[in-house]
């Protein structure tokens, strides 16, 4: 007998009940298999697919099932998000295929094919440097060159942004998946972020080449832009996670991301220094998790030096990531159960 929702693996034994916890008033269920207890909010029809019955009158009365009290929020809050970090390592292979399919289909007809991946960040690379560099004269700190001060925060950007903008409307993009398989739609945020990747590690590689050519040696602490990549991603796929489920239920919200995305650039140091803003004002920085990120990018490239490696930094990014981080599981898992009614 398959297991009722992982069909590869056996039942186990007739001890391992599975249990749904369902709420009448927002017709979801909380899926719990197994000894281990995993836990996943599904719709009736969902359910019962996996199982191999057919729903009747809005329940599953095939299948032993039995009714469980509601979960406090707390401990539903807490099997969301495992039920989450076990999807993204039990499916780990699907995101990495999902991310080529993904890369392979954006570029296909083209005559340029991947090199279309980079060209759009080396073209605003380019205006950039004519405005502010021939333009303004603009200069980075210690009269550094403006494009050495430029690059390695606009890379950490153009990660961070590409995820969240292609992750909005991702689960809208694939509603066949969300509708007529059962699959784990958290994943899609990550198959956005391991594509970003490849154009994030190309560009990543121009910007260490252009320190090269710059004449200047590499820091010791070049390291360490694996551990801001790393922040990077997980503060991108907490937000992608929230927007790209509200995105289903309200479509302003990918037009709201794109402005919001666009003023949170400029109110990022990446073009302009952070010395220019007056010291009473510096407390914006603390709440704009982005600025961690650049500086330690340019800190890690370059070796300017940065309060990205204190602790008070640290602890400002990590506190602001984690609750969105928390707070985007438990949106994205308590409104799946509904993305198919509104696709």
């Known amino acids: 007998?398959?297991?009722?929702?992982?069909?590869?693996?056996?039942a186990g034994k007739a001890g391992n009940l599975v249990t749904i916890l369902a709420s009448v008033q927002r017709k979801s269920f909380v899926l719990t298999a197994g000894r281990d207890l995993r836990q996943r909010m599904v719709s009736?029809?969902?359910?019962?697919r996996a199982g191999g019955a057919k729903p009747a009158a809005g329940n599953c009365r095939e299948l032993q099932i039995r009714a469980a009290p509601v979960l406090e929020r707390r401990v539903v809050l807490v099997s969301?998000?495992?039920f989450f970090l076990t999807n993204i390592c039990n499916y780990r292979?699907?995101?990495?295929?999902l991310a080529r399919r993904q890369l392979a289909?954006?570029?296909i007809g083209t005559l340029g094919g991947p090199i279309w991946a980079v060209a759009q960040p080396v073209a605003t690379v380019g205006v950039f440097w004519v405005v502010f560099s021939l333009g303004f004269r603009s200069r980075g700190p210690g009269n550094m060159p403006f494009l050495l001060y430029f690059m390695p925060g606009y890379v950490a950007w153009l990660l961070f942004s590409e995820i969240v903008t292609t992750s909005t409307s991702v689960v809208v993009g694939n509603a066949f998946l969300v509708k007529k398989t059962l699959f784990p739609?958290?994943?899609?945020p990550l198959v956005n972020a391991a594509s970003a990747t490849v154009t994030h590690g190309v560009m990543l590689a121009a910007t260490i080449a252009f320190v090269l050519l710059s004449g200047r040696d590499l820091p010791a602490?070049?390291?360490?832009?694996?551990?801001?990549?790393g922040a990077t991603v997980i503060l991108a796929v907490g937000i992608a996670w929230i927007v790209s489920s509200l995105n289903v239920f309200y479509r302003d919200v990918e037009q709201v991301i794109q402005v919001l995305i666009n003023l949170w650039f400029w109110a990022t140091p990446?073009?302009?220094?952070s010395t220019i803003l007056p010291k009473g004002l510096a407390w914006l920085f603390k709440i704009n998790p982005m600025y961690f990120v650049v500086e330690g990018y340019r800190t890690s490239l370059v070796g300017i030096p940065s309060a990205s490696f204190g602790f008070a930094a640290t602890w400002h990014f990590w506190a602001i990531a984690t609750i969105l981080l928390l707070l985007g599981t438990y949106v994205f898992g308590r409104l799946k159960p509904e993305f198919p009614e509104m696709l």
Request: with cysteine; proline share 16%; net charge neutral.
């Open 80 to 82: 969301i998000i495992r």
């Open 221 to 229: 602490t070049l390291p360490a832009v694996l551990y801001f990549y």
């Open 105 to 107: 289909s954006r570029y």
């Open 93 to 97: 292979d699907v995101i990495l295929t």
């Open 1 to 10: 007998m398959p297991h009722p929702y992982r069909p590869d693996r056996p």
């Open 185 to 188: 739609v958290e994943v899609l």
């Open 44 to 48: 009736p029809t969902e359910y019962c």
């Open 270 to 273: 990446i073009a302009w220094p």
